[in-house]
T-cell receptor, first 112, second 110 residues
Framework: GAGVSQSPSNKVTEKGKDVELRCDPI?????LYWYRQSLGQGLEFLIY????????KSGLPSDRFSAERTGGSVSTLTIQRTQQEDSAVYLC??????????FGPGTRLTVL | QQQVKQSPQSLIVQKGGISIINCAYE??????FPWYQQFPGKGPALLIA?????SEKKEGRFTISFNKSAKQFSLHIMDSQPGDSATYFC?????????FGKGTMLLVSP
């Protein structure tokens, strides 16, 4: 079956613009995660969804970041008024159980 | 506060050698310790994982050694191959969220 997909694969935007990143999890996976990966910084947890609810959004770095999930499936991560420090690879993962997270290929965001 | 510390940042090993990557954690509530492998341009993929009720787990050439009292765990790659060249992340979890180390970039020279 299909894995986790993310779109776009690359996004270049200007400082101050809003961006939306999309994640399509593996069908049937109830849990969905967003991470940010910066060079040399590993994977930084952003937010976790169980179904359409977000019981843990402790990793969102500022109120410019928000995410939603609809129908227990697709999720969108929105970054408002982008800053240069937002440049990173944004990774989405989904899982059926607590153990194994399946990652998508990521969206590389560049803020000029 | 970095809850999972990983070392080294980078590692060069000759083909056929043993690659060793170490991680240390602080939160004694962690109860699941996976290792993820990431190739350039791809998302991380689960490689092997261990729970603290065992001290070692082996899958093929990959072994996790776990020391609960020291709050440390390590990944050993035996007979390292050029195809193992990738970035490796250790992680720890309690519940549904994973805390990752900063990664180790492994290069296996032919």
């Amino acid at each position: 079956g299909a894995g986790v997909s993310q779109s776009p694969s690359n996004k270049v935007t200007e400082k101050g613009k809003d961006v939306e990143l999309r994640c399509d999890p593996i069908s049937g996976h109830t849990a969905l995660y967003w991470y940010r990966q910066s060079l040399g910084q590993g994977l930084e947890f952003l937010i976790y969804f169980q179904g359409n609810s977000a019981p843990d959004k402790s990793g969102l770095p500022s109120d410019r970041f928000s995410a939603e999930r609809t129908g227990g499936s697709v999720s969108t991560l929105t970054i408002q008024r982008t800053q240069q420090e937002d440049s990173a690879v944004y990774l989405c993962a989904s899982s059926l159980d607590v153990d194994t997270q399946y990652f998508g290929p990521g969206t590389r965001l560049t803020v000029l | 506060q970095q809850q999972v510390k990983q070392s080294p940042q980078s590692l060069i090993v000759q083909k056929g050698g043993i690659s060793i990557i170490n991680c240390a954690y602080e939160n004694t509530a962690f109860d699941y310790f996976p290792w993820y492998q990431q190739f350039p341009g791809k998302g991380p993929a689960l490689l092997i994982a261990i729970r603290p009720d065992v001290s070692e787990k082996k899958e093929g050439r990959f072994t996790i050694s776990f020391n609960k009292s020291a709050k440390q765990f390590s990944l050993h790659i035996m007979d390292s191959q050029p195809g193992d060249s990738a970035t490796y992340f250790c992680a720890a979890s309690k519940g549904s969220t994973l805390t990752f180390g900063k990664g180790t970039m492994l290069l296996v020279s032919p």
